[in-house]
C-alpha cells in the first residue's frame, strides 16, 4: 500500500506493507552494512520482515501528497529480502575462520553487536529464526552458539540459483527463447548483487563453469532500483544509480525487475486519482 513518509527535507512517496495488517504492528527504519559493499544502507523492518529499498523514477510526473506536490515524481519501494544475505557478512566475520579452521562458535547478541549499527540489534528474532539454515548451532545450558559452515551457505546459494533459474522465464517471455546457460548466469548475478565477490560469488562461478568478471559486468548493468544507500529515507539525495545499460544480457533481466515496481506505481496513481474524484 502507497504511504507518505514526512522525511528530514520533503514528503516521500513509499509503497510498503501496512504496520499491523499482518504482523506485530511495528514498522522501524533501520541502517545496516549493505552485504555486498559494506556501505550504510537503509531498511525497513516492518511486521516483523526486514525489507529492502528502492529508488524508482518515471521521465516525466509529480505526485500531490495531501497540500503538497512532490514534483519530481520519485517513489521508494520496499519489497521482502532474505535476512540470510544481510547477516551473511556479520557470521562470516564472527567466525574469525583461519584456513582450515573452520572457525569459533559466538552467541548471537555477540555477533549482532556492530559499532555504530545498533540496527542489527533488532534482527535478533530474526537472526535466531533463519541462520540455522547456514550455520551449525550448539547449546550450553540455555545458551545457544552459532558458527557458519561453508556447505551449508553454499547448498543454500545453490538452491537460491535454481529458484531463480526457473523463475525468471515466468517475469519475462523473452526468457523463454534464451539459452539456459544465459538464464543461469544472469541468476548468479542477480545474487551477485547480495554477495561479497570471494568467496561465495566466486565459488558460485566456479561450480556453474561461469566468468567472474562477466557475471560482475552483468550485475552492474541489471540494476533498475536503486538501493536506499547512505541517505535516510526523507533526504532527496539517494544515489541514482548508473546508467542502464543497452546490451541484451542487461536488457532482459532489468525488463524483469523493472515490471513488479512500474505496476505498483500504476496501482497507486489509480488509487489517487479516484481519492481525488471522489473529492470533487
Given amino acids: 500500500m502507497g504511504s507518505c513518509w514526512e522525511g528530514i527535507d520533503e514528503s516521500r512517496l513509499l509503497i510498503a506493507p501496512v504496520p499491523g495488517a499482518n504482523g506485530d504492528g511495528s514498522a522501524r ?11 550504510s544502507t537503509s531498511y525497513l523492518l516492518c511486521n516483523g520482515l526486514l525489507q529492502e529499498l528502492h529508488w524508482f523514477k518515471q521521465l516525466y510526473g509529480s505526485w500531490f501528497l495531501g497540500d503538497y506536490v512532490s514534483e519530481d515524481g520519485s517513489l521508494y519501494t520496499a519489497t521482502p529480502i532474505d535476512p540470510v544475505f544481510i547477516m551473511l ?16 562458535f559466538r552467541q ?24 540455522e539454515i ?14 557458519l559452515d561453508d556447505k551449508m551457505v553454499f547448498a543454500w546459494l545453490h538452491y537460491k540459483v535454481c529458484q531463480l533459474k526457473q523463475t525468471l522465464p515466468a517475469l519475462d517471455q523473452n526468457y523463454a527463447a534464451r539459452e539456459e546457460k544465459d538464464t543461469l548466469a544472469d541468476s548468479v548475478s542477480i545474487l551477485g548483487e547480495y554477495l ?14 561461469l566468468n567472474l568478471p562477466e557475471a560482475k559486468r552483468i550485475a552492474a548493468d ?17 544515489s541514482q544509480g548508473k546508467n542502464t545499460s543497452e546490451k541484451k544480457t542487461g536488457r532482459n533481466v532489468k525488463q524483469a ?12 496513481k489509480e488509487m489517487f486519482t479516484r481519492a481525488s474524484r471522489r473529492r470533487n
Wanted: aromatic share 10%; proline share 6%; glycine share 6%.
Fill in 196 to 209: 561479497k565477490d570471494d568467496p561465495w560469488l566466486k565459488l558460485l562461478c566456479d561450480h556453474f563453469k
Fill in 89 to 104: 557478512p556479520l557470521f562470516e566475520d564472527a567466525r574469525m575462520k583461519k584456513g582450515d579452521d573452520p572457525g569459533k
Fill in 257 to 268: 525487475k523493472k515490471a513488479k515496481v512500474e505496476t505498483e506505481s500504476r496501482n497507486i
Fill in 222 to 238: 541489471i540494476e533498475v532500483c536503486p538501493s536506499a544507500i547512505e541517505s535516510p529515507v526523507g533526504s532527496s539525495n539517494f
Fill in 134 to 147: 547456514v550455520c551449525e548451532s550448539k547449546e550450553i545450558g540455555s545458551t545457544k552458539f552459532f558458527r
Fill in 29 to 39: 527504519f533501520l541502517s545496516l552494512r549493505h552485504p555486498k559493499s559494506g556501505v
Fill in 108 to 131: 548471537l547478541d555477540e555477533i549482532l553487536f556492530v559499532n555504530d549499527y545498533p540496527g542489527y540489534q533488532q534482527l535478533f528474532s530474526i537472526a535466531r529464526d533463519c541462520m
